[in-house]
């Protein structure tokens, strides 16, 4: 009868040739509207995939979840962690040191962080050398645990949230001597992916003091309880 419509759901595969692009399937919903007889409308699913049904013309409405498909085979930023990201923070904080680094940043890669012992440190480059000599000399045997992880893919933003323990045992230069007191720190990484995929500017947010204090490398701020008893001793003639 006139006016009919009939909505068709398919599954649509498609294989490309090319060996580096992946298979894609979708779901997808078509609309057809026109003028059709009762015989052209039972053969339409078999009309509609080889040829114009009598040639009549025909208004093709298709409802398909584009995004999901297109993102199947990379014509969309990626959603997903960037791999020379997630290399990255664990380069770094295993001690690697910018000769593993290197190879996850952009050459001219900058670090900023609003945090006392890295306040002179700029440089990518810079930073990956102050955490090997943390976590391989001042504090051998190290480890680091990743809390979590999250990726922006409007502002190119890879996210690290992770948890630093170690034990001061190691002399490093311009640091205290060997305290042996442990340390159990957390912090968060800003990572910004440039568009070749590799890291081109990292911001570290770390309570560097509350760390400090735990591994004996700040004065206290409470009293010490030996300097509370030697005046209480002392005044009260308890001698030597």
């Known amino acids: 009868s006139a006016g009919r419509t009939l909505d068709i759901f398919m599954d649509f595969q498609l294989r490309h040739t090319s060996p580096w692009r992946p298979n894609m399937s979708t779901t997808c919903m078509w609309?057809?509207?026109g003028k059709w007889t009762e015989s052209q409308r039972c053969g339409i699913l078999h009309g509609l995939l080889h040829r114009w049904v009598g040639r009549r013309q025909l208004r093709i409405t298709k409802v398909w979840h584009s995004a999901w498909a297109a993102a199947q085979v990379g014509w969309t930023p990626p959603t997903s962690m960037p791999a020379d990201?997630?290399?990255?923070f664990h380069a770094?904080?295993?001690g690697k040191g910018w000769q593993d680094c290197m190879h996850y940043c952009t050459h001219d890669a900058s670090f900023d962080a609003q945090a006392e012992p890295l306040k002179d440190i700029k440089t990518m480059h810079?930073?990956?050398e102050w955490m090997k000599g943390i976590a391989v000399v001042a504090m051998p045997g190290s480890r680091y645990e990743l809390n979590?992880?999250?990726f922006d893919p409007e502002t190119r933003t890879a996210t690290f949230f992770g948890t630093f323990r170690g034990t001061h045992t190691g002399h490093l230069h311009g640091f205290p001597a060997p305290t042996h007191k442990s340390m159990e720190t957390q912090y968060v990484y800003n990572m910004h992916v440039a568009p070749c995929g590799k890291v081109?500017?990292?911001?570290?947010?770390w309570h560097s003091a509350w760390a400090a204090a735990q591994v004996g490398w700040t004065p206290p701020t409470s009293m010490p309880a030996d300097a509370a008893h030697?005046?209480?001793?002392?005044e009260s003639g308890k001698g030597w």
């Open 200 to 205: 081109d500017r990292i911001t570290k947010v």
């Open 126 to 128: 810079g930073y990956a």
């Open 230 to 234: 030697l005046f209480h001793a002392c």
């Open 31 to 33: 609309r057809l509207v």
């Open 85 to 88: 990201a997630a290399h990255l």
């Open 92 to 94: 770094c904080e295993s």
């Open 148 to 150: 979590a992880q999250s």
